[in-house]
């Protein structure tokens, strides 16, 4: 049996579920993305302690996401977290930062989901040649890239067959735990805020932040 549930699965202290939210334009003309500078559809993100990241997406929509959504007590999953409407607010606002050729333009869709992460911000695959049972996950936000290679490693443990990467280190590695409720709690949505207020020095004064050098040790990213 193979668990591949990601933050749909009882998480205990080995991950917990952030929300990544999501809006995208509606769709726009050649000449508007002249002037943003993106021909194709590299994905690019500003380099902020908050994450975000944007693309261009097929039918010429700019999609843009990020973090903000505070961090459900006991990492339970609720589906209004998907659409905190401050959080989109505060995304198309940073769009429009980006690319004031957008000030006029219309951000017509808003989503959101629920991400797992560990402790350290690594991914996990697990298999017990003993019992069959094998699980995966972790991705980070980075799912599209990180569940890809962590399922082809899980192939070789369970057929046998070894190769480079069946050899990474988070492979049949423990999990580390979270902190315990409601340290968890308080720590997670406090570095949360703290990550936005170091963007903001760094904004205004050009150099990096003194909270965020006090942050980084406890983020373990």
Known sequence: MIRASEAFSDPGREFIPLYSLMIASEVLPEEIWDQIGVKNRFTFAEGTHLVNYAQRTTDNRLAIGGRGASYPFGSKLIEAKEMTNSVHQSLERMAKR????????????????????????????????????????????????????????????????????SNLHFVNEKI?????????????????KLSGIADKEEARTGRPSLVSKLISPLILR
């Open 98 to 165: 980006w690319f004031p050729v957008l000030e006029r333009v219309k951000f017509t869709h808003a989503w959101g989901g629920a991400v797992a992460i560990t402790r350290n911000w690594e991914p996990y695959v697990q298999f017990d040649k003993a019992t069959g049972y094998g699980r995966l996950g972790g991705y980070a936000g980075d799912g599209v890239t990180m569940s890809y290679l962590a399922s082809k490693i899980l192939a070789e443990l369970i057929t046998g067959r070894e190769s480079e990467i």
């Open 176 to 192: 580390r735990k979270w902190e315990i409720e409601p340290l968890r709690y308080l720590a997670v949505n406090s570095l949360v």
